[in-house]
Every structure is written in structure tokens, then in C-alpha cells.
């Protein structure tokens, strides 16, 4: 298995054995049922759906039947993560935290807070203008955005400002800290992507 | 429920703190590490701040060490903080004496608050 989801509990800092601080996000992962595994021969690849989170709240038909079909319970978050061996997986499997181990390298993704309309000084880190020398109005400009009559146009995906975050964001190589299997936690070294309460999915390297 | 969480995770990081604040006299006792080898060394002074809280809780203290002033901050609940030690309990009227900066010898004195301690 190389992949899994969780949620974002929020941030802490706890105490390694020599003494040092270490940052931790805290997320709480799991357990995870396998709702279907996807074949190269039926499906065209191989992977593994894993759900999240039993709820008892009103669910569209088709995915009331698509749980149905699975006989499990139903979920309120799918994820779905590529897998080599789909054999080695059933329906129905229930997958914890016990499957990382501490110190283990692991990819976060998830979706980051939505920031709005940014001008390009946030958006992709613009130096800006002169706040001095006579400037006037030109801080938080973004400058040139090309040449002049040749091409006489500004080129597509030039930097500007626009909406930010609400993005997929991976965090690679995250390193797991400590793993609580009693209360499904996870514990991550940093911070990671998104609100508290966000879904995180945790991707084992290799 | 979030919030229960994260306290519980750092349940098993705090320690047992004995009760002191600003404006009293500690000794701190922490450790240190020369390659292998590992000693106390004790640092005593007035507390001048406390801030945060949980795991993260720090405090500062402040002494006068050959004319100059020293303030170190410690994580409350850091394992290289062995012991804390309270010498005397100091009489003040704010949580942050960032204005024992400014004064110098007898002006930066703290009135002594006697408490008695239950045995």
C-alpha cells in the first residue's frame, strides 16, 4: 500500500530525545476501508479506492450504490491511489496507521486555503518597487511585463496577479515523528498544506 | 474536538511545573551537553516573562552578570530544563517587567512577597 487519506488536526510542538523542539502537524489518519481494487484487465490500470470517514448523512443514489455494490459502509471521502500489486488488496480491507512506520519519508497533498485576488508581489513572490528615490505609486508593482513593439503583445503566462491558493499543493518527503495507532494519528514534521480539518492524503515514497 | 486532540498529543510532553511567575527569583537548573559528556549548570535570576502555552510555553529570566545584563528564555516544558527552583517570590504588578531593562541597581529591585508554603 502506498497511499492514504487523513485530516489536518492543527500544529504543535513536541520534545525529541535530546532535548530539541521539533514542529509537528498532527494528522489524524484513517482507518481507511478498500471500497474497490481496479485492475489493468477491467479498468486499465491498477489502483486501490479507499474510503474515509463513515457518515450517516444523505449521499447522492449513484454513490449509495456504488458502496452498496462494495458492501461496505458508507463513506464520506474517496480517494483513490495507484498501486502495483492490486492483488495483494479486497474489498472491504480495513487499512490503519500501523502501515508507516516512524521515520518514514511521506508525499502530503492537499488543497491550500484560498487567499482571492492577489497581486503578484504575494502571488509569486515580486520584488516590487522603489519606496524611495522619488517613487510615487509603484510599490507593489509587478514592473515589465515584456517588450515593446516586437512582439507588441504581452505573452501568454506572464506573472500577473489573480486568484491564489485553493491549489493542489504536495509536500514531498515529509518525515513521520511518531504514530499513535490507539487514536490514529499521525505525527508529521512542519506544516502542512491547507485549513484544519482539510484532507490530507499521504503517499508512502518508493 | 480538534482542540482536544492536539492537548492530548501534548499531554505526555508537559511536565510537572511548580508554581511561579513574574517578579520571582529562580534557580534554573539545565542541562548541558560538551560532546559526551553531559552536567548541570544553574542559572539564577528574576522571571520577567511568561508567554504561550502547552508544549510551547517559555520563559525568560534576567540576571546581572559582572555589570552586564543576561536574559535567557527557556522552554518551560523543554527536557534540558532539569529543574526549577523557586528562591523567593517577588511582589508585582504586571505580568511583563520589560522595564527592569532600564533601571540599574537599587531601582531594579522587587519587593519580596512571603508566601507560606504547605508542606
Known amino acids: ?206 | 474536538m480538534t482542540d482536544a486532540i492536539i492537548r492530548n498529543v501534548e499531554a505526555s510532553h508537559l511536565k510537572e511545573i511548580p508554581v511561579f511567575g513574574s517578579g520571582d527569583t529562580v534557580k534554573v537548573h539545565v542541562r548541558i551537553k560538551e560532546g559526551e559528556k553531559e552536567r548541570i549548570q544553574v542559572y539564577q535570576g528574576v522571571v520577567i516573562s511568561r508567554k504561550g502555552g502547552g508544549t510551547s510555553e517559555s520563559f525568560t529570566v534576567r540576571k546581572i552578570s559582572g555589570g552586564i545584563g543576561v536574559e535567557r528564555v527557556f522552554p518551560l516544558h523543554s527536557p534540558n530544563v532539569a529543574k526549577i527552583e523557586i528562591v523567593k517570590f517577588g511582589r508585582v504588578r504586571r505580568a511583563k517587567l520589560y522595564y527592569l531593562r532600564k533601571k540599574i541597581g537599587k531601582a531594579a529591585r522587587i519587593r519580596e512577597r512571603r508566601v507560606i508554603v504547605k508542606k
Open chain 1, 1 to 206: 500500500m502506498i497511499g492514504f487519506i487523513g485530516k489536518k488536526v492543527g500544529m504543535t510542538t513536541i520534545f525529541g530525545a535530546d532535548g530539541t523542539a521539533i514542529p509537528v502537524t498532527i494528522l489524524l489518519a484513517g482507518p481507511c476501508e478498500v471500497i474497490q481494487v481496479k485492475s489493468p484487465e477491467r479498468d486499465g490500470y491498477s489502483a486501490v479506492q479507499l474510503g474515509f470517514e463513515p457518515t450517516d448523512k444523505k449521499i447522492s443514489k449513484p454513490e449509495l450504490g456504488h458502496f452498496k455494490k462494495a458492501g461496505t459502509k458508507v463513506y464520506k471521502t474517496l480517494r483513490e491511489f495507484r498501486v502495483e500489486d492490486p492483488q495483494n488488496y479486497s474489498v472491504g480491507q480495513i487499512i490503519t496507521v500501523e502501515h508507516f512506520k516512524i521515520g518514514d519519508k511521506v508525499d502530503l497533498s492537499g488543497i491550500s486555503k484560498g487567499k482571492g485576488y492577489q497581486g503578484a508581489r504575494k502571488r509569486y513572490h515580486f520584488s516590487g518597487g522603489p519606496k524611495t528615490h522619488g517613487q510615487s505609486n509603484k510599490w507593489n508593482s509587478p514592473g515589465s511585463l515584456g517588450q515593446s513593439s516586437s512582439p507588441s503583445r504581452v505573452f501568454k503566462g506572464v506573472r500577473m496577479g489573480g486568484r491564489m491558493g485553493n491549489d493542489k499543493v504536495t509536500i514531498p518527503g515529509s518525515k513521520i515523528v511518531s504514530i499513535d495507532p490507539e487514536n490514529n494519528l499521525i505525527l508529521v514534521r512542519g506544516a502542512v498544506v491547507g485549513p484544519r480539518g482539510g484532507y490530507i492524503t499521504i503517499e508512502k515514497k518508493g
